[in-house]
């Protein structure tokens, strides 16, 4: 069964980083048949991809447009997780983050593991 | 957001009810990759339909799931009490993008 374990703190001030972990169990953060992605949720924005890390030989990283500036995603093999960091934040990018595993293989594509979320709230 | 839902839909117990999800031929009508997430309050979104009309093992056969040109369709043939919550569809392309959510009420 695999589990993703989200940690990071849950206030960060306006202009500061964002950063969050997500531990992986029961799978390999190396697995060539997934990648592994943050998503965030708010009222104003509803879900929202941010951005996707996938082995495939080499590590490709994807980032949505309305964040590329700002975001960094970062693996760590030896611990079997990955990570997000978001810079220069405001209020507006107060949600709830989720880490998530998709499914990546020739003619299928899914979310099929979440992470428990993480409320984020930007204020000073 | 990219994808539409209805904001709302409800129906009884034991009714059947759908939730559409409208796209356009570059998200929904161009893949055959939409998926359908049920959340429940404060928890984390959960995978029920795949690949358009695929169930995850340990989802129930009354959730079923369609497709029409650019218009997704959720289906669940027999309301269940536990059935109350948010929807979600999506659809990936090279990225995800999601429906707005609709929320389910049985009454």
């Known amino acids: 069964q695999v589990q993703l374990q989200q940690s990071g703190p849950g206030l960060v001030k306006p202009s500061q980083t964002l950063s969050l972990t997500c531990a992986i169990s029961?799978?390999?953060?190396?697995?060539?048949?997934?990648?592994w992605n943050w998503i965030r949720q708010s009222p104003s924005r509803g879900l929202e991809w941010l951005t996707r890390t996938y082995y495939r030989s080499n590590w490709y990283n994807d980032y949505a447009v309305s964040v590329k500036s700002r975001v960094t995603i970062n693996v760590d093999t030896s611990k079997n997780q990955f990570s997000l960091q978001l810079n220069s934040v405001t209020p507006e990018d107060t949600a709830v983050y989720y880490c998530?595993?998709?499914?990546?293989?020739?003619?299928?594509?899914?979310?099929?593991?979440w992470g428990q979320g993480t409320l984020v709230t930007v204020s000073s | 957001s990219a994808l539409t839902q209805p904001a709302s839909v409800s129906g009884s117990p034991g009714q059947p009810i759908t939730i559409s999800c409208t796209g356009t031929?570059?998200?929904?009508?161009?893949?055959?990759?939409v998926s359908w997430y049920q959340q429940h309050p404060g928890k984390a979104p959960e995978l029920i339909i795949y690949d358009v009309s695929h169930r995850p093992s340990g989802v129930p056969d009354r959730f079923s799931g369609s497709q029409s040109g650019n218009t997704a369709s959720l289906t669940i043939s027999g309301l269940q009490a536990e059935d109350e919550a948010d929807y979600y569809c999506?659809?990936?392309?090279?990225?995800?993008?999601f429906g707005g959510g609709t929320k389910l009420t049985v009454l």
């Open positions: 029961g799978d390999s953060v190396s697995n060539n048949r997934a990648a």
């Open positions: 998530a595993r998709q499914i990546a293989t020739a003619g299928t594509y899914y979310l099929d593991y």
């Open positions: 999506s659809s990936f392309t090279t990225n995800w993008v």
């Open positions: 031929s570059s998200d929904v009508g161009g893949y055959k990759y």
